[in-house]
């Protein structure tokens, strides 16, 4: 393309913008003159050729007022300075083409009356007639009949079937539809309902709640209102007294109890483990069972059952909902009292791998935040467990007990028991009446030594020193057994016992140091006797005693709560027999412990002077033995 009609092709577009231009202003010239007629129409101001209509319309208005005795529109006059200013506006928008505004002042009076906000107020109270039990008969005749209502309140006409508040019958129909289709359930479904496990669950959980309050006599009492017990403790001076018998008819009576625990978290619950009874060979061969000693109730808090005998069990100190406990198949199981079921939620597998013996001990060491399970089987199997994996062992140790030319042979352990803050070392008590220190970590994992002059039956039994004090006495420990004897040991100071406790006619079966005086321990015995010790007071005769009755079931277990005032046992019938401990016997004064070690140290000194007297004339016959003596020395003596 040329110069030359690139020149033309640019005057053409310049024209055709120059006509664009053109035409934009027309349509705004057009736009803004629309607008101002519309001003102009919209606040009334008069057209040149609406003129002579608005005078009329004015007329017409003025004439009408004066009908109903109003004044007419008064004419407001025009100062010469507005008329001035309105007309050079006039000549200002005609020099710039806008068409000038036609401005006018009307006075526009207008009155409206607004009714104040009614404030409404009204008391808190039930609105009834006068305050009485109206019928219908009662409404009608004082006068408040169908149409009259109250003052100042429309009422619809009342009908006595409306007062009685069935209106048309409506509700009445309603219930005798109702009734109609309610249906008898069928026996298949009545059974259904009674065997499903939501049901009995709801039903156990509300006659649990109602048994509660059924025995509870002093649900109202005020304490603002009743006195105060000048009397103090009813347990004067060393005596013991029954408190409480738990024994159910379904589930514990007539069995043995092989193992006892408190919670730790909830000292009012305490758990038993049940051998089967003869009579139930139709229920689960183990039964653990948990038992409630804030209500007054006969009825168990829980029950859990599983597949094998529970020979041990005790609460988890840490998980205060699970319950732990070893069977006589090897197996370890856990309950928990939130689950629905009765059966264990974990357990343990058969397997070389761990137990295959029965489990006669299960202990929880450790912290809240570091602790595990440990469990001893009769054949000398110690495993330790984690709560959260029961499918193997953490660690498991075999104990092999080294006997005269080299011969090693296991350990069948019955019982354990750890000393206080010790999660290491333990005392193991076995069928053959020995007992051994053993440890489960380090260079000497296994059995460490063995104690002379031990029972010479079945060790029942084995407990560490709880209390801690001024003097640290956590070395100490106390053995039972079936040959009618309880020791006194040291893991220190000697291999053979400090003391013997005298004075049995029977196997005994249990014993356990006190939680909370230093001195005191108890034991239970086949003769159905718990007697407690206060080696301070007298090392060789119990400070007090109580018979079970009736009939003096053989006592097979007992646990000290930790508050010291109360001894559970449990007995060859089933029963846990709840006594109370007075308070001389359940909290120490401060020279117990000294007191106490003066004791020990008087005891071991005994015992070395007689056993340094009988090593001396060990080749003198017997009865030369005796006479120097002064009186006739113990079995293990002797032999």
């Given at each position: 393309m040329s110069a030359i009609d690139r020149k033309a092709e640019l005057e053409k577009k310049k024209q055709r913008l120059e006509e664009i231009r053109l035409q934009k202003r027309k349509r705004e010239e057009e736009k803004r003159r629309e607008d101002a007629i519309k001003l102009q129409k919209h606040q009334g101001a008069p057209t040149p050729e609406g003129q002579s209509d608005l005078e009329g319309q004015r007329r017409a208005a003025n004439e009408l007022l004066a009908d109903l005795g109003l004044p007419a529109e008064a004419s407001v006059p025009v100062s010469p300075a507005k008329n001035f200013r309105s007309a050079s506006i006039d000549e200002d928008s005609t020099r710039r083409g806008k068409p000038a505004p036609q401005l006018s002042l009307?006075?526009?009076?207008?009155?409206?009356?607004?009714?104040?906000?009614?404030?409404?107020?009204?008391?808190?109270?039930?609105?009834?007639?006068?305050?009485?039990?109206?019928?219908?008969?009662?409404?009608?005749?004082d006068g408040i009949e169908a149409g009259t209502g109250f003052p100042g309140i429309d009422t619809p006409e009342i009908s006595p079937r409306t007062l009685r508040g069935d209106s048309d019958g409506s509700r009445r129909d309603d219930k005798k539809e109702h009734k109609d289709k309610v249906q008898e359930l069928t026996e298949e479904q009545k059974k259904n309902i009674i065997n499903d496990e939501e049901f009995i669950t709801f039903v156990t959980r509300g006659a649990k709640f109602v048994e509660r309050m059924m025995f509870e006599d002093d649900i109202l009492y005020d304490y603002g209102v009743a006195g105060v017990d000048v009397e103090g403790d009813p347990l004067s001076g060393f005596q013991l007294?029954?408190?409480?018998?738990?024994?159910?008819e379904r589930w514990s009576r007539g069995r043995i109890i092989n193992a006892m625990d408190w919670n730790q978290q909830f000292p009012e619950l305490i758990l038993a483990a049940y051998y089967p009874g003869e009579e139930t060979h139709l229920d689960p061969d183990g039964t653990v069972v948990v038992w409630n000693l804030r209500y007054k109730t006969e009825t168990p808090e829980f029950v859990f059952h599983c597949g094998s005998q529970v020979t041990s069990s005790v609460f988890a100190p840490f998980h205060p909902n699970l319950v732990l406990g070893g069977t006589y198949s090897g197996i370890i199981t856990i309950w928990d009292n939130r689950s629905r079921k009765r059966t264990p939620v974990q357990k343990t597998s058969l397997g070389v791998h761990a137990h295959t013996h029965p489990i006669y001990d299960v202990r929880v060491?450790?912290?809240?935040?570091?602790?595990?399970?440990?469990?001893?089987?009769?054949?000398?199997?110690?495993?330790?467990?984690?709560?959260?994996?029961?499918?193997?062992?953490?660690?498991?140790?075999?104990?092999?007990?080294?006997?005269?030319?080299?011969q090693t042979r296991p350990v069948y352990a019955t019982c354990i028991s750890l000393p206080a803050n010790d999660v290491n070392n333990f005392v193991v008590g076995t069928e053959d009446g020995l007992l051994y220190t053993a440890c489960r970590h380090g260079n000497k994992a296994g059995i460490i030594s063995k104690f002379d002059d031990t029972h010479q039956g079945y060790v029942t039994g084995v407990d560490f020193h709880k209390v801690t004090g001024p003097i640290d006495f956590g070395h100490l420990f106390v053995s039972s057994g079936f040959d009618y004897s309880v020791k006194i040991w040291s893991t220190q100071q000697s291999s053979k016992?400090?003391?013997?406790?005298?004075?049995?006619?029977?196997?005994?079966?249990?014993c356990g140091w006190s939680t909370t005086h230093p001195a005191v321990l108890a034991t239970v015995d086949n003769d159905g006797q718990l007697k407690v010790w206060d080696l301070n007071i007298d090392p060789e005769a119990p400070v007090a005693q109580l018979t079970m009755e009736p009939n003096e079931p053989a006592l097979s277990k007992l646990r000290w709560s930790e508050s010291g005032r109360q001894i559970a046992v449990g007995d060859s019938n089933g029963a846990i027999h709840i006594v109370e401990v007075s308070e001389n016997l359940a909290h120490a004064k401060n020279d117990e412990w000294s007191t106490l070690n003066a004791t020990i140290n008087e005891l071991q000194s005994n015992m070395k002077s007689e056993g340094s007297l009988m090593m001396m004339n060990s080749d003198l016959p017997l009865d030369k033995r005796i006479s120097m003596v002064g009186k006739v020395p113990p079995t293990s003596v002797l032999l």
């Open positions: 009307v006075q526009l009076i207008s009155q409206v009356n607004i009714a104040p906000k009614e404030n409404v107020q009204y008391s808190k109270e039930t609105q009834t007639l006068g305050g009485a039990n109206l019928d219908e008969s009662s409404i009608l005749e007294e029954e408190s409480r018998v738990f024994n159910e060491v450790g912290t809240q935040n570091a602790h595990n399970l440990i469990s001893v089987s009769n054949d000398g199997m110690v495993c330790t467990w984690s709560l959260e994996n029961l499918s193997q062992p953490q660690d498991k140790m075999e104990l092999q007990a080294v006997f005269p030319q080299t016992p400090l003391h013997a406790l005298e004075g049995f006619e029977g196997y005994v079966y249990d």
